[in-house]
């Protein structure tokens, strides 16, 4: 166990805790002497510290600049002093100053150790001793691209048999993270080697729910390759979990209904009981109203799909999700992130829109016919847009079929629009030669500044 040592701790400027380490650093800094010689490890890391914290621009409001630039100057020996204590740290004593580095200090310690590169005066046999302890924090190491290379094989031969590596390798390469992954993997471990990494981590009895079904939704890549048998053993292994724990759990429920009828407005809200909730919409507006642009419209100011400026609203907004759906779940690199408020838009106009389709079919009029008349008549009519084509899928076919041609009717829609913006025209020829897949980030558009910002809410002023 590794030992306490309540010192001096930098974690931000942000952190709560700057004013009582301030204090703390003013006192060391008055009675600090370059030239003690330091014994324990934990004073010479507490004495990092207290210089990044100075060197952070952070002070006590009772400092003036006066005392700021007094404490800067005498932090400035500092350095020497982590200089001097690390440079003695070699085979022989190795295991025993590793070992006595205080949990909060572990991080710091390995940042100095790469720093003034003590690895040069540690054998890889002696490291690989340190790192084979099953207590040893590997992510930390890790963390460190310059450790990481020079002790590659020893660092390789511990993540081939550590039960930490299979959650580094998932973190690293499967997880989704707001800022990019820290770690760095040896090039002496082949990505080929993570499958059965992962594979005896399935098969374990240690496997965390979160980990499992990020494997068995997950997509295979170059750099952590996935094959679809490991990602089958995902999926039962999660079956399996949840026949042997049953929820017990308390039960939220909610539900949202959809309902055409004879009513004097055309659009109402009631709530039932047990949070339910009934929307009915005028089914004589709808009935009334069969001309090709109302049938367009309504899909944004009855069904509210639009905003004002026509951008869906059926997307997922972060800014939507509750505190437990943005911190509890484990989301892979390229999940779609979503909550309940997406799932119960997502459920709404899936009603929505396969009640109104019923409806419009049974007057004939089918929504696929509405859909080409836009890009076809009303965008060369309204715009001067010409050539766009739409072919939608034919009356008779099977719902698969209708979402695999809509899907590929969607992709040309956006390479007819690129090629428009880009050229002016559509070229038939040369659209029907184009292989290349589009992306919505790639598009580009008649308005160059199309978007404003808050400055202020981006915290630039």
């Known amino acids: 166990m590794r030992p306490e040592y309540d010192g001096v701790k930098f974690y931000s400027v942000q952190d709560w805790s700057i004013g009582e380490n301030l204090e703390k650093s003013a006192k060391i800094l008055e009675s600090f002497n370059e030239n003690e010689d330091y014994a324990d490890i934990n004073k010479v890391i507490e004495l990092y510290n ?39 740290i070699n085979d022989e004593n190795f295991q025993l100053i590793t070992r006595s580095v205080s949990i909060g200090y572990v991080e710091d310690y390995w940042r100095l150790f790469v720093k003034f590169k003590v690895y040069k005066k540690v054998s890889g046999e002696m490291f690989a001793a340190y790192i084979n302890d099953p207590k040893t924090t590997l992510w930390i190491l890790l963390q460190q691209e310059e450790l990481v290379k020079y002790y590659g094989q020893e660092l390789a031969n511990v993540l081939r048999i550590s039960e930490q590596t299979p959650r580094l390798v998932i973190s690293k390469f499967l997880e989704r993270h707001d800022q990019e992954s820290p770690y ?18 399935i098969n374990s009895d240690t496997a965390n729910l979160n980990h499992l079904q990020l494997l068995a939704r997950t997509q295979s890549s170059g750099e952590c390759p996935i094959s679809d048998k490991l990602r089958l053993c995902a999926k039962r292994a999660c079956d399996s979990y949840w026949e042997k724990h049953p929820f017990t759990g308390v039960h939220v429920g909610y539900g949202i209904g959809v309902e055409f009828a004879d009513v004097s407005e055309i659009k109402s809200v009631k709530r039932l009981e047990n949070n339910d909730f009934k929307i009915t919409y005028d089914v004589k507006w709808f009935l009334e109203n069969l001309d090709y642009p109302t049938i367009l419209n309504n899909f944004r100011y009855i069904f509210e799909q639009f905003d004002d400026c026509w951008r869906s609203s059926l997307v997922s907004v972060k800014s939507q999700l509750g505190i437990f759906e943005r911190t509890l779940f484990v989301r892979g690199v390229k999940d779609y992130i979503k909550g309940n408020n997406f799932d119960v838009v997502d459920n709404l106009s899936t009603m929505q829109v396969r009640g109104y389709y019923d409806i419009l079919k049974h007057n004939g009029v089918r929504l ?69 897949h589009t992306i919505f980030s790639n598009l580009s558009g008649f308005v160059k500044d199309k978007y404003a910002y808050d400055c202020f809410l981006l915290g630039t002023l």
């Open 184 to 201: 760095h993997f040896p090039k002496e471990l082949n990505p080929t080697e993570y499958e059965g990494i992962l594979q005896n981590y």
């Open 50 to 88: 207290v210089q990044q914290l100075i060197n952070s621009g952070a002070y006590l409001r009772e400092w003036d600049e006066d005392i700021i630039d007094h404490y800067k100057k005498l932090s400035v020996p500092l350095t020497k002093v982590l200089g001097k204590f690390f440079g003695k």
């Open 368 to 436: 696929e016919n509405v859909l080409k008349w836009f890009f076809e008549e009303y965008l060369s009519q309204e715009f001067g847009a010409n050539g766009f084509r739409f072919n939608p899928p034919s009356e008779g076919t099977t719902l698969v079929e209708k979402c695999r041609t809509i899907a590929s009717e969607m992709d040309g829609v956006l390479k007819q629009f690129r090629m428009y913006v880009q050229d002016g025209e559509i070229d038939r020829e040369l659209f029907e030669m184009s292989s290349e």
